[in-house]
C-alpha cells in the first residue's frame, strides 16, 4: 500500500491533498498512477464500510477527500485518457438532499467514470435534455423522500421514450419493491452498492 493509499484509507485528507500536490509538482505525468492509488484506497474504504468498520460519515468524509483531490489532479490528466463509462445522474424534482448522491459521484470519478451531476430538485425535462446531450452509458436518480416516488415513476417513463439505457436508483428510502413499482433497472441500498451495480451494468 503506498503512502497516499494510506493517507486516504486512514481519511487524513490534509496528508492526501499535500502528497498529491507534491507528486505531481515533482512529476507532473502522475496524475493516472495517483488516481490508480485513490482507486485502491476507495475500494479499501468501501470494504470496510460494507464490513461495518466505517460509517456513513466516514464515506462522506472519504468521498469529500476524494472530491477535492481529483480537483487538483484533473488539470494533469490527458483529455484522451480512456474513461470506463459516463453516467448521468441527478436527485428527481421535489427532493433537495444530495449527500448519497454526491457521495456516489465521487467515488464513481476516481474509480475512472465520467459523471454528469444534474444536482438537485430536476424536472423531468431536464434529465430528457442532458440524456440527449451527453448520451450517457448509465442514469442514475435518486430521492430520500417517500414524496419523491411519484416524481421518480414520471421521470423514469419519459426517460424509457427517448433512451434504452439503464437506468438505477438509490437513496434512504429506495428497495427492492420500489424499484419495481417505478421500473428502473437496479437499485443501490448505498454509494458503494451504486458504484459496484454501475461496474457490473458496464463489464468493467
Request: glycine share 8%.
Amino acid at each position: 500500500m503506498s503512502e497516499l493509499t494510506k493517507a486516504a484509507v486512514e481519511l487524513e485528507e490534509d496528508q492526501v491533498l499535500n502528497l498529491v500536490k507534491d507528486r505531481l509538482a515533482k512529476n507532473s505525468d502522475e496524475g493516472l498512477q495517483i488516481v490508480e492509488e485513490l482507486r485502491e484506497a476507495m475500494n479499501i474504504i468501501g470494504k470496510r464500510f460494507e464490513e461495518q468498520e466505517y460509517f456513513l460519515s466516514d464515506l462522506v468524509f472519504a468521498a469529500e477527500i476524494f472530491e477535492n483531490a481529483i480537483k487538483i489532479i484533473r488539470p494533469y490528466l490527458k483529455t484522451e485518457t480512456q474513461k470506463l463509462g459516463k453516467v448521468l445522474i441527478g436527485t428527481v424534482q421535489g427532493d433537495i438532499h444530495d449527500i448519497g448522491k454526491s457521495i456516489l459521484g465521487s467515488l464513481l470519478e476516481c474509480a475512472g467514470f465520467e459523471v454528469i451531476d444534474l444536482g438537485v430538485d430536476q424536472p423531468i425535462q431536464n434529465f430528457i435534455e442532458a440524456i440527449k446531450k451527453e448520451n450517457p452509458d448509465i442514469i442514475g436518480l435518486s430521492t430520500l423522500l417517500t414524496i419523491g416516488f411519484d416524481s421518480m415513476k414520471k421521470t423514469i417513463e419519459e426517460i424509457r421514450k427517448v433512451t434504452e439505457k439503464k437506468i438505477i436508483i438509490g437513496g434512504g428510502v429506495i428497495n427492492q419493491d420500489w424499484c419495481d413499482q417505478v421500473k428502473a433497472d437496479l437499485w443501490a441500498k448505498d454509494a458503494m452498492d451504486g458504484v459496484n451495480k454501475i461496474r457490473e451494468l458496464l463489464d468493467v
